[in-house]
């Protein structure tokens, strides 16, 4: 699968959303419900150029700052950046359909909630990092089984290296 249009992100993002507001509830105990969001963020980051990565995060960071009604933009802010940093960096790395997206959704994890945590304590709100980051250990292990997980049902699979316009191969 090369670049998916924009609809079918909201698409995916509305599916993913449902499933982390209505499933991962009844599953995870209060307060340790893991942001599916966030795992489908990184999947299409690392399919998409950092613009569109930057655009695909602002769309599920914005729908889900929507649905929680609260904080517009923590989450669009967040989701932007990271779509953006995702989407930079896989084109320096290797491509691998499990293990790659498994530690980037982990290590997004390890970068989001301190940032996060950082903006609502400039902002005036002021948590305890102790209380704010108590879930970060089993967001970071959902974000690894997860993200690989979704791909898979999704269907997406390790990007091909394209040839540059211009170069041709030898063949004898």
């Known amino acids: 699968m090369d670049r998916l249009r ?4 909201l698409v995916l993002y509305l599916l993913v959303l449902l ?14 419900v893991p ?12 399919h998409e150029t950092p613009k569109r990565g930057m655009w ?19 989450n669009a802010l967040t989701f932007a950046l990271l779509g953006y940093g995702v989407a930079w960096v896989q ?3 290797v491509r691998d359909p499990i293990f790659v997206p498994g530690l980037i959704a ?11 945590w950082a903006l609502l304590y400039v902002f005036g709100y002021h948590f305890s990092w102790l209380i704010f980051s108590r ?7 959902f974000s690894m089984l997860f993200t690989p997980a979704l791909g898979g ?13 211009g170069y041709r191969s030898l063949s004898l």
């Open 135 to 141: 879930p970060l250990p089993v967001w970071i292990l």
């Open 19 to 32: 499933i982390q507001v209505g499933l991962l509830p009844q599953i995870f105990p209060m307060g340790y």
């Open 56 to 74: 695909a995060g602002l769309l599920g960071g914005l729908m889900q700052d929507l649905w929680a009604g609260r904080l517009i933009g923590l």
């Open 91 to 93: 084109q320096k790395i």
């Open 153 to 165: 049902i999704v269907g997406f699979s390790a990007r091909r290296n394209r040839r540059r316009p």
């Open 35 to 46: 942001q599916a969001v966030l795992s489908l963020t990184v999947l299409i980051a690392l």
């Open 6 to 9: 924009i609809g079918t992100w």
């Open 106 to 116: 982990g290590l997004s994890q390890v970068v989001v909630v301190p940032f996060q």
